[in-house]
Every structure is written in structure tokens, then in C-alpha cells.
T-cell receptor
Framework: ETGVTQSPTHLIKTRGQQVTLRCSSQSGHNTVSWYQQALGQGPQFIFQYYREEENGRGNFPPRFSGLQFPNYSSELNVNALELDDSALYLC?????????????FGPGTRLLVL | LAKTTQPISMDSYEGQEVNITCSHNNIATNDYITWYQQFPSQGPRFIIQGYKTKVTNEVASLFIPADRKSSTLSLPRVSLSDTAVYYCLVYLDTGRRALTFGSGTRLQVQP
């Protein structure tokens, strides 16, 4: 069974640029969630994708967008990068259930905006 | 939105049992309690999850009293590699299905 993978592992961008981060979900999972984790803080929910549609969003501006593909992999796109976007970006996959579902996290992508 | 409260930090020595308690006074009927472990610059790792009473797996035990307003993660015989941040989460907001992380408990295990 393959776990959650993310690419790239590290990325350096300059302010104003755009970035795309990628996530492959764990085998058998159909839901992907994205989180942003600033240094010294807990992860903050960005949004979740289920059946290729956004299924919930945290307190992040529209320049944070995403996609989910038929194979359940996902992309996180961030436009007009700001210095405060520097963080660890985490992807978590899960199997959608009626009640409880457990999210499993990937290793993250470390983004540095200069 | 219900919150979880857990100690900011704890210290222990190798071989000791560590108990981290989390309070979640406003837990809803359908909410589960989940604990994650996170090492620096890595994604959170699922440890254990429960609804009531006691749950045990190969790495930890989770104790949940009848009122479910708190829970205790028990790590038996910790080692240096257990030094990490531990997050207690209550599965909230079923509409968004988002995990709400607090600041976690920073566990430092010393030799």
C-alpha cells in the first residue's frame, strides 16, 4: 500500500510568482485535504476535494486554489505569492465516510517565498 | 466551534510512561478523538483514534471517560525518538470535514 506522497519537497519562489504543489493520495482514498503550517504553529485547513470538487474551505483567500483529478491526486495552486505564504504545505488523504474518517498526511512541501 | 486544550510542553525520561491529557468540553455526540504525532518538517502521523472508553494499539493507548470531555494519550516506555509534538483533535465541522489543530504538546524525552 502506497502512502501519501507530495512533490516537490522544497521550493523557493519570489514574491508575486505562482506555484503549484502536487499530492498523490494513499491507495483506496478518494478525498484530499490541504493544510498550511507556519513555523511553530499547528496546521491550518485550506480546503478539501472530494469527487473532483472543492468540499469545504478554510480562511484562505481565492488566490489559493486547487484541483482533484480522476485518480484522486490533487494540486494546490497559489497565485501572487506573498512573503507570509512561506510555510510547510501538507496534503492529507482519506476515504470519505458517513461519519468518522481518518486523514493520513504526506511529508509536506516546504515553500520559501523571497 | 469546540476547542481542545492540552499542555504546551512536557518533559520525560527514557523508559517512563507519558500521559498527555486533552480537554474538549464541547465535544459533540458524533465526534471522535484523534491524536497525531509530528516531527520537525514532517507531516503529522496518525497515532490513535477513539470514541469512548479505552483504545489500544501497538504504539499507544487512549483513555476516554464516560463524559468524553477529556482524553488521555498514554505512551508506554518512551524513548528519545518519541520527542515530538503531539496534537489532540476532535473531529469537528462535519460539513467541511476539516481537522482543527491547536498548538499541540511538545514532548521532550531525555536520556
Amino acid at each position: 500500500e502506497t502512502g501519501v506522497t507530495q512533490s516537490p519537497t522544497h521550493l523557493i519562489k519570489t514574491r508575486g510568482q505562482q506555484v503549484t504543489l502536487r499530492c498523490s493520495s494513499q491507495s483506496g482514498h478518494n478525498t484530499v485535504s490541504w493544510y498550511q503550517q507556519a513555523l511553530g504553529q499547528g496546521p491550518q485547513f485550506i480546503f478539501q476535494y472530494y469527487r473532483e470538487e472543492e468540499n469545504g474551505r478554510g480562511n484562505f483567500p481565492p488566490r489559493f486554489s486547487g484541483l482533484q483529478f480522476p485518480n484522486y491526486s490533487s494540486e494546490l495552486n497559489v497565485n501572487a505569492l506573498e512573503l507570509d505564504d512561506s510555510a510547510l504545505y501538507l496534503c492529507a488523504s482519506s476515504f470519505r465516510a458517513e461519519s468518522q474518517e481518518t486523514q493520513y498526511f504526506g511529508p509536506g512541501t516546504r515553500l520559501l517565498v523571497l | 466551534l469546540a476547542k481542545t486544550t492540552q499542555p504546551i510542553s512536557m518533559d520525560s525520561y527514557e523508559g517512563q510512561e507519558v500521559n498527555i491529557t486533552c480537554s474538549h468540553n464541547n465535544i459533540a455526540t458524533n465526534d471522535y478523538i484523534t491524536w497525531y504525532q509530528q516531527f520537525p518538517s514532517q507531516g503529522p502521523r496518525f497515532i490513535i483514534q477513539g470514541y469512548k472508553t479505552k483504545v489500544t494499539n501497538e504504539v499507544a493507548s487512549l483513555f476516554i471517560p464516560a463524559d468524553r470531555k477529556s482524553s488521555t494519550l498514554s505512551l508506554p516506555r518512551v524513548s528519545l525518538s518519541d520527542t515530538a509534538v503531539y496534537y489532540c483533535l476532535v473531529y469537528l465541522d462535519t460539513g467541511r470535514r476539516a481537522l482543527t489543530f491547536g498548538s499541540g504538546t511538545r514532548l521532550q524525552v531525555q536520556p
